[in-house]
Nanobody, 121 residues
């Protein structure tokens, strides 16, 4: 049974940092990504990473502030979030895909339950 379990969310002041983790179990995945959904908005792409970690992709809104990485030995993907802004407040979802995918959420095969990130002004 495949499971994606996120952790690391919480409340932080603007300018602060958080590190999200997503541990996958049951299968290994070629691509892993992070999406987020703010209240009243549609879910949007944040970042994605290939199996090797060589290829990474970011939404323009987080480039230069967020870094995605993965540890295949632990079957875990991370999202380091720096210089957080109130507009980063959202539920963050981990996603995993068997193929080489990027920012289209329908390409992903499995999703985590989400973790809340709240950035106060």
């Amino acid at each position: 049974q495949v499971q994606l379990v996120e952790s690391g969310g919480g409340l932080v002041q603007a300018g602060g940092s958080l590190r999200l983790s997503c541990a996958a179990s049951g299968r290994t995945f070629s691509s892993m990504g992070w999406f987020r959904q703010a209240p009243g908005k549609e879910r949007e792409f944040v970042a994605a990473i290939s199996w090797s970690g060589v290829y990474t992709y970011y939404a323009d809104s987080v480039k230069g502030r967020f870094t995605i990485s993965r540890d295949n030995a632990k079957n875990t993907v991370y999202l380091q979030m720096n210089s957080l802004k109130p507009e980063d407040t959202a539920v963050y979802y981990c996603a995993a895909a068997f193929g080489n995918v990027r920012d289209y959420e329908r390409d992903y095969d499995y999703w985590g339950q989400g973790t809340q990130v709240t950035v106060s002004a």
